[in-house]
């Protein structure tokens, strides 16, 4: 054995260590991303500072109009048959989880009031009874 080997055996431990923990870094944050990714994302909270961009608005030839989220894909859904029907068909992007999706449509008619409603002005008591 000459005079360095236990020298070029200490810095082999030391590579091989510093090698370990870089390969242990790396597992760790793959494994970090992938849960994160898997994760359902939370709503963001609080009203935008930033007015939207007008660009993404979409409008429907009835007469209304939404502004669509950034990356979401849109379509006007509408009969020319039926022009009082239809509405818009919002989705998001396959790569972003969940997949949602939103229908808008204009309501032609006012909807029934329910028992309790602001409009009717009547609360409605407990189990219906009153």
Excluded at 5 to 31: D, G, K, N, W, Y
Excluded at 76 to 81: G, R
Excluded at 82 to 105: C, F, M, Q, R, Y
Aim: a positive charge.
């Amino acid at each position: 054995m000459t005079s360095d080997s236990p020298r070029h055996e200490r810095l082999l431990a030391v590579i091989s260590q510093i090698a370990l923990v870089a390969s242990i870094t790396v597992f760790l944050t793959f494994c970090y991303r992938v849960v994160q990714h898997a994760m359902p994302r939370r709503a963001t909270s609080g009203i935008p500072v930033e007015r939207p961009d007008e660009r993404r608005r979409v409008f429907h030839p009835t007469g209304f109009s939404l502004i669509r989220p950034e990356f979401w894909e849109s379509a006007i859904v509408w009969d020319k048959a039926h022009p009082d029907e239809g509405g818009i068909k919002l989705w998001s992007p396959s790569n972003v989880k969940p997949e949602a999706t939103l229908d808008v449509a204009k309501l032609t008619t006012e909807p029934p009031s329910k028992a309790g409603s602001r409009r009717s002005g009547s609360r409605a008591s407990p189990l219906g009874s009153r």
